[in-house]
Structures are given as C-alpha cells and as structure tokens.
C-alpha cells in the first residue's frame, strides 16, 4: 500500500517487472503482389489486444488476453487520489486505500490478505494524484477470487473506528519514513509552493494533522462518494478466456448500482507570473536544488516533444545533465521528470551536489543545461535515442501482464488508454526543431519553481509528539474461521527449453529459449566478492565491478554508455559479499551488440585513473548521505555487531570505507583484475528470444579463448558464531521523524543445510509473510506501531543473519521493539501450527509461478540453480521441498535459529533520551 514515487517519463515511470511483447509478424511480399500495409507500431500492437466492455451500471472493462504463462492480473482503478481532496482531508485517499484491507461483509478483519495470501497472489494497493488502484495478480485459474473480493470491497468495505485508530499510526509511521527523506522533502515543498490553487498542492499522503485527525464519518463519507462502479475501470490481463471473465465480473459486478457522479475539479491553476523559490534546511549531508516548470497535462499534443526532452536531459550516462554535473564533477547525481498527470503538473530538473560544491555553483550549471535545449534544438542522434528508448520501453514494459494492466489503467485515468495507440508514431514524428519550441515556450524563468535543500548541521525544531499508537478496542478474532486452503492449480507440465552447457574454458552456460516475446535478459557472476578482498585493501571487489561498464582498451565510458543507451539496453556490474555480479537485458534483435559489450567488460577493462576519480567522487558522495541515513546507519550498526571482528564480511565504520575509498587507484584494481577474473568459474545465464546454439556461438567466438586464471582464489570457508549475550548499539541522527530498527543475530543457517526449508517457512510465518505474519500481524495490524516490518535468514554459501527490519516513530520504539521480541519468543518456545504450516506452503507454492513469468526473474531463479548446485529438476520439483516439510521440521527450526535472549538491537534515528 504505496503512493508511487515519482516518474521520470510516463513510460519508464510504469515499469514494474521485465515484459513480453509479442511480435508483430511481417506478410510474405511476393514480386506480383500489392505492397504490403505498414507493420503497426510497438505501441499500437500493445494496445490491438485491448477490448473494451461497458456494464449497464457505468463500470468500465479492459480485457487483455495475453497466454504466456498461466497468470492473469486483476486490477481496479478509482477516479479518486489527492486531486480530489480539500484543506482538512489531505491524504484522505490513502487513507482509505489502507482501510479498504480491513474486511467487508464476506471478508473479516485480516482475511482479505490472507485469503490473498493462501492463493500465492502478489497483491497490494496505491494511490496517487488522479487515481487509487487495487491489483492481484495471480494463477489464472483463481481469477474469479480477485474478482469477488474487489467487487465486494467497491460497497462493502467496513471503515470501523478502532480500524482507523490503529491504522492512522500506520499511514503516520509511512509519511515520517518519508520525511527521513531529503529527496522527497524538498519536492514536496518545490509541489506545495508552484502551486496556489489547483489541489496538486498537496501531498497525496496529506499533511499529518489531517491524516492523524480526520473523523470516521468523514473517511466513510468520502468511501462511499467516490467508490462505485461507474468511478471505476476493471483491467485484466492475461492467461483467460475474454468471454468467461466478462461473465465473471458480470456475476459480481453487475448488481452493483451506481452513485451519484462526483463533483468535479473544476480549480484551474492561475498562470505563474514569476519565479518562486523555497529552501528546505534540516540536517543532511549534501544540497540538493530542483528547478520545476509548469506543462501542460498528458493528453496535450505538447507533451510528447517534454517526453523527449526528459530522456535527453536526464535519462542515462549519455544525457546532458549527467554528461554535464556528474561527469564534471558536480554532481553526485542529476536527472529530469515530467510526471503524467490528468492536469497540468511539473517538468522538473534535479540534481544533488558532489562534496564541497555548493547550492548556487549547482544550481547555475543546472539551469544553464536547461538554457541550452531552449537556444538550440538537440541533436539528431539525441532524438533518435530518445525515440529508441520509448520504443524500447513499450517491449519491456510488457515483460509481464502485472506492467500491463498497470499501463493501461495508468493512461485510462490520466488521459485514455488509446493514449498509447499512437504513442510512439508521435514521438517518431517530432523533428529538433518542434522539440525546440515546446522547451522555448515552457521551460521559462517565469513559470518555474526553484527549490534547495541545503543541510544543517543540528537539529531543527522539533516535531509534534505523535499521538498515542492505538491497539484495538476489541483485539480481532484472528482463526475464528479457518479460510478453505485452495487446491493446486491444475496446470500442465511446461516444457521451459533450458539447456545447459561448458565451454572449453569452463565457462558453465544456462539458457532458456522463450521466443514468447523479443527480449532476452542475462546473468552472469564470477567469485569476485567482498570476502576476495585483500584485507589491507577493502572495497576493490565493489571498484573493480563498477569501473568495468566505464571504459574499455577499445571504447571510452561514454562510447560505452552510448553503445548501450542508442538501443535501450542496459548492462551493469556490481559486487556482493561472494560475486561480482552481471545483470544485462536488450531487444533479442541487439544480442550480439550486448554480447560484444558483454565480453569487452569481461576482458578489456581499462580502469582509465579520470573515470575512477569520477566513481570515487560518487562513492564519497554516497558514504556522506549514509551518515544522515538512519536505515543505512541502522543497517552498517547491526551487522559490524553480529560479524565479529576480523570477519571478512563485517563492514568497516564509515570513516574507515571513506578512507579505503580514497586511498584506491588504478593499479590496485588492474592488480584485482588480474587475480580474480577469468572464465574457468563464470556462470552465464540467458533467458529470452534468443536460441541456445546462438548463445554458444556468441560466447564461444568472444570468450572461447579466454584463458582460465590459475591465480584466482577460491572463496574461503566462513562461519558466523552466535554471540554470547545480547547487544544494543544506539545510532543517534538528528531531526529525523522515524527511527529505523535491526534487530537479530546469527542465523546458523546455509542455503545447502538440510532445514533450509523449513527455516524459509518459520521465516515467512514469523516475518515474510507481508500483512500475514505474526510480526506484521502485532506490530502494524494490531498495534499500528510500524508502517512495515519484516524479517528473514541470509543463507547462501555462508551463514549468515538472522534480521527483523522494522521503522517507527522515535516515540514507539520501545514498544516495538518489546512486542517484537514477544513474538519471537514466542514462536521459538511454542513452535508454529499445522494451520500456518499449510497456510505457508499453499502461499509459497501458489506464488513461485509468478516468479518464473518474466526473463529476468526465470534468469535469477536459474542463476543460483547453477551457482548452488540445485539440480537441473528444481523449478518442477519446487513444491514438492516445500509439501516435504513437516511441523515438527519448522518447530525444530526455531529452536536451532532463533535465539532472542543473544540478540543485537540497532536502532538508528533521533531518540528520546
């Protein structure tokens, strides 16, 4: 239950997960035969497949079908978000959103996510300016659940005054975890004051007197003005037949009765006749500047020339704003935005200063970049790029029917969804010049908003005492009624085309041929980790990786970055306690480009001394806001606790990696290079459009004559002794509205162990389990003391942590921390039941098919197949681990991995002293 962050383009703002597309087939041309009609666009194929059904009652229906794997998504879109509130029910939406997953009058209080839950769905909620919007996605045979539920929670949901109570603390703790946030502050203050009319003003999850103060009768007012079936769209999307979904929602929705429309909003924004400014000061570690000028709204011919111009301004390594602040060495980071929205709203251009720059050298060098659209058009290769992007964006946003149905409810509340039917013909159609114009005659002086961030250094003033977080009235019922575990989906045996292969050198392949859509993703890793690094030198597994993608003995970083944004792929490195890891992606028409760029990282890198100093003056950067950071902090003091010293995992202090990180050069990572690279231990994996004989080809000819490195080590046995008695580590941050919290210790536990499953499944009951768990159940649910709280078991080669993550108000931590261990406690003493044995299984059974949908997620899913050794038959033995364990296994588990009584608490933030 989010509100979404915001977009950089409407497109890219949308992706959730990697998409197919189906491609469109070209006619066989004959020498005799008429020409054939143009191929239709990316984005009018995208859209070809959509029906669209109105219902007597005004409910609006947009159908899908999409058969690539047995998975539908479900969603419901409200015309209702912050836009249509007023001064003393800001946030009202959101608000409701979380009210709505407190039952009905078929679902009790906690059913409806578990019943969710049961099913293996991803589920949850959001709002926004224009809409809020409510998705499942799950096995396409349990379609008709997410249609009932939904159905009945549009009239039936109970909006009860405990409920509120508890919930206002959650929807509270949410919007604090947002203020810890320079970022977030800042644009909220540059929104708040471009505008002085139009209800865009305010912040969708509100101001917090009114979130913590608005009535029940208000709240359940507002439910039922603007819930009803003709305020909605239903989309589906995916594995289902049209005609029996529409029967489907028919049945459930069909009775509904409409209401009476909504009033309107009729407020236009007054035209801005010169420049604002606001500064935000509060404690941080670098400023921040954003300048924001007023566009029109999405469905304006104008937008597609602001489209581009943020893809040129912001978008990747080659853009200007990068090209120009990061690359010089201004900035620590820089992009644009043009968020879509149903009203005019705000281009918005963003950068955060580099150590030692200040706000009036940023601002002007960011300012000037604007300047120079405004003189002169881009260029034609800029343009190009832009229109590869968006073309590129259509196909892989359509890696999964969840991004779909997202997309299209997305433009059918801001504008309509046949918005996207000539999308890309329009873009295609722009020229520099048109693209000139559009920025001449917005991006002007006199209608923008100029904001800074500029850190302090103590605290401001203090905050309000929150209200007292709120248990219920009458604690829920819970297990008063058992909910019907559902029965296996009844699919067929899938035959997925994985081949597995060596080449000569011992580079170990996996590939996964999907011609299902015309992408593909890869991964890859080499036994690069933190734990390789020499002791007086740490940090170079995280430089080496990183300088990888920043030039080569045969291109620059910028002909490599270019290389790869000309086309919309991506490509990237980084390190992990164990790995240095690849992750890449592209259309399957660009393979060989990726694997070109592929192997030169591989083999070729330069580790030029100008582009290390750029890295180092990013990573300095970073390690400035972690100290501002209290989940950051948090996170850095809980494990340097529970990894004892001398441990090759612990992490150093961040004085101590700000001293490593300035002292490395180049040398030190061609040094690096050279003991731990090479192919004798390198795991590729490629899912997609792309067959196996291609990929070996395509590796064997850029690869195959690698040779292996005998001087590369081999990653050291490790283990993580449980402490001998409990630890608290106190991290003090001022002027932050919530306090984050680690809390756990040595988990003792190998992804190769033989309770691994059962200790996934004590994990998830415990804490994975999202708004099911039992930590989430007394911490959020009951207690409304934490927006989020979660735990689980780091286990792969190595033992690693047990950790609960949870962040609360400063003033509820205490409490928070004491129910937490209640319940672990609890659970280690007491053991789990049959009940939530079988409620876990049927969820991690259900929901391991969505996870194989998408090329990225089957790639992960057979990476670590491969990197631990889990057999070629895991993916269709999968549920049969998880149908195996038994209670008395999980019970057992507990006992061997949880200890409360040798634990560490770290809890970062401004605390009461």
Known sequence: MTTPPRPAHPLAALVLLAAPLLAVGVARTWAQAPAPAPAPSTSAAFTAGIRETVLPNGLRVLTKEVHGAPVVSFSVWYKVGSRHEHTGITGVSHLLEHMMFKGTKEFRVGEIPRVLFLNGAAFNASTHFDWTNYYETLSSDRLELAIRLEADRMVNSRIDKADLDAEMTVVRSELEGGENNPGRLLWREVVAAAFTAHPYQWPVIGWRSDVENVPRDTLYRYYKSHYGPNTATVVIVGDFDTARALELVRRHFGALKPIPAPEPVYTTEPPQRGERRVTVQRP?????????????????QETYALDVLTMVLGEGRTSRLYQALVEKGLASSAGASDPSLHDPFL??????????VSADRLEAALLAEVERVREAPITPEELRRAQN?????FVFQTDSVTAQARQIGYFAMVADWRYLTTYLDRIRALSPEAIQE??????VPDGRTIGRFLPTAGGGPAAPPPKEASARVEPPKRGDRLLPLP?????????RHVTRFTLANGISVVVQDNPANPTFALRASLPAGHVVDPEEK????????????????????????TALEDVAADLGASADGLNTMISGGAQAKDFDLL??????????????PADLERLRGEALAGLAQA???????????????VYPPGHRLRPRTVEEEQAAVTAITSEDLRGFYRQQYGPDKLIVVVTGDVRPDRVRMALDARLGDWAPNPASRTLPGLDLPLQATPAKTIVRVADKAQTAIRWGHAGGLRRSDPDFYASQVLSLVLGGGGLTSRLSTAIRDERGLAYSVGAFFDANLYPGVFEVTMGTNPANATKAVAVLEQEVRRTREQGITQRELDEAVAYLTGRFPLRLETNSGLADILWAMEFYQLGADYIDRYGDYYRAVTLAQVNQAAKAHLHPDQATLAIAGTLPE
Do not use: C, H, I
């Open 284 to 300: 941080g570690a670098l400023p921040t500047v954003m300048a924001a000028y007023k566009v029109p709204q999405t469905a304006s």
């Open 347 to 356: 281009f918005e251009v963003t950068a955060t200063a580099r150590p030692g």
């Open 389 to 393: 992007r968006a073309e590129a964006d």
């Open 438 to 443: 559009v920025a001449r005659k917005f991006l």
């Open 487 to 495: 029965a296996p989906s009844k699919t067929a045996r899938v035959n």
């Open 538 to 561: 740490p940090g170079l597994a995280s430089f080496t990786a990183s300088m990888l993608t920043r030039g080569t003995e045969r291109q620059t970083a910028l002909q490599f970055a």
């Open 595 to 608: 694997m070109d760029l592929f192997a030169d990282m591989l083999r070729r890198p330069a580790f030029p």
């Open 627 to 641: 100290k501002e950071s209290p989940d950051r902090l948090a996170d850095r003091a809980f494990l340097r606790a």
